[in-house]
């Protein structure tokens, strides 16, 4: 007999199962925190990173890219809550595994088929939809948003002969910030410039108790109006964070069609012949999980919508049989499967034509009557050898 505490063999006791949970824990566990310290590191670079769009969507709108941290820790908070997020992402591969490794010994070989097919089709779709918020998304979405509220240029006014009238004012001595896309090469100690990308006026000035040494300061530069539009650092990653979970758990919709047809719930004329609702459940979803705008409403719809177009799909490619069985890709590329035929209606019956079969016992029962017939019969001599009987 195994020992009982062979996984293999299925014997572990209800002790055996908490020992191995906890190994479990503590092995998923022994990755995320350290990559977390790792990753502090590399929060300014993350952080960066994601408020890239917000600051291209803020210079779109004439405002000054540039956030806020209003509180003393705010920015301390903000990379903390990075570098735990990212480590969890990072390690979710390994996290998953020692949570498969503890499932893995009660499941007979086609269920661990299914799972199998289900987790590389959740990684796919989750780093899909974390693309398409990041590069599609979150820009149209921070543009819009952005732009209810900025004043537009309604006092802009063109000046003739700009750079002449800039010397004349400077001949004059008054003073004139000149327009600069670059820094110059060697400023001197109180020039200062109007940088036009990030609308921003740029100075030198001389470091606090250094006299020798010299840093540049900058000031933003905004539109006269009543509202100014400026954004927290911490709101403004808290928004993003938010979206990518928001994101994430939608586009899991193909995988959560595919466990209802799996498991009998909705077949594929269920889900063809109810897309009206399904239309109707993912404007709700995109109203949702979206801000109050229409254009981030339309831009979550239509990708919702297009997933559980492709959970019909992958509900025809791989049936709850052909995953069992271990034949997805074969049967995707050849044909179809039994529940294919059913929904189809094309099923025909193979006709095969087999041997008649005597039933032994009918053929048994017929040699014991001859036999006995023979038995009743007299005997009778062959005594000429004529063939004929005997007198």
């Not at 000054?64 to 209003?70: G, H």
């Not at 948003?145 to 004349?168: H, K, N, R, T």
């Not at 209606?345 to 016992?361: A, F, I, M, N, R």
Request: charged residues 20%.
């Amino acid at each position: 007999m195994p020992p009982r505490n062979d996984i293999s063999a299925g014997l572990m006791s209800f002790g055996d199962h908490l020992e191995e949970l906890r190994k479990r824990l503590f092995l998923a566990i022994v990755v995320p925190l350290p990559l977390s310290v790792i990753l502090f590191f590399f929060a300014p670079i993350i952080r960066g990173v994601l408020v890239l769009p917000a600051l291209a969507a803020m210079e779109a709108n004439g405002l000054p890219a540039r956030l806020q941290a209003l509180g003393p820790a705010e920015v301390l908070t903000t990379d903390l809550k990075l570098s735990f997020i990212g480590a969890a992402v990072i390690s979710a591969p390994w996290i998953l595994w020692q949570a498969w490794k503890f499932v893995e010994p009660g499941l007979y070989t086609q269920e661990k088929r299914f799972v199998h097919f289900l987790i590389p089709g959740s990684a796919i779709l989750t780093a899909s939809g974390l693309a398409l918020l990041y590069w599609v998304m979150l820009p149209l979405m921070l543009q819009v948003l952005i732009s209810f509220g900025v004043p537009g240029p309604a006092d802009a006014f063109g000046i003739p002969d700009s750079s002449e009238l800039i010397a004349e004012r400077a001949d004059a001595g008054l003073p004139v910030f000149p327009v600069l896309a670059e820094p110059p090469t060697d400023p001197a100690p109180g020039q200062a410039w109007i940088e036009p990308v990030t609308r921003s006026l740029m100075v030198v000035v001389p470091v606090a108790g250094d006299g020798d040494r010299y840093e540049l300061l900058s000031m933003p530069l905004s539109r006269a109006g009543t509202i100014a539009q400026e954004f927290r650092l911490g709101e403004y990653i808290g928004f993003v964070l938010t979206l990518a979970l928001a994101v994430t758990v939608a586009f899991q919709m193909p995988l959560v069609i595919l466990l209802l047809g799996w498991a009998g719930i909705a077949d594929r004329s269920f889900l063809k012949k109810n897309r009206r609702y399904a239309v109707l459940v993912c404007a709700i979803l995109g109203a949702i999980l979206t801000p109050a705008d229409v254009i981030s409403m339309v831009l979550l719809f239509v990708p919702l919508y297009l997933l559980y177009e492709l959970g019909i799909l992958l509900l025809t490619l791989a049936p709850a049989d052909r995953v069992a069985g271990g034949n997805v890709l074969s049967g995707a590329l050849g044909g179809r499967s039994e529940a294919d035929a059913d929904d189809y209606g094309t099923s025909t019956p193979t006709q095969t034509s087999e041997p008649e079969q005597t039933d032994p016992d009918v053929t048994d029962s017929g040699a014991d009557a001859r036999s006995d017939r023979a038995d009743d019969e007299p005997e009778t001599d062959d005594q000429d050898g004529s063939g004929r009987p005997g007198s």
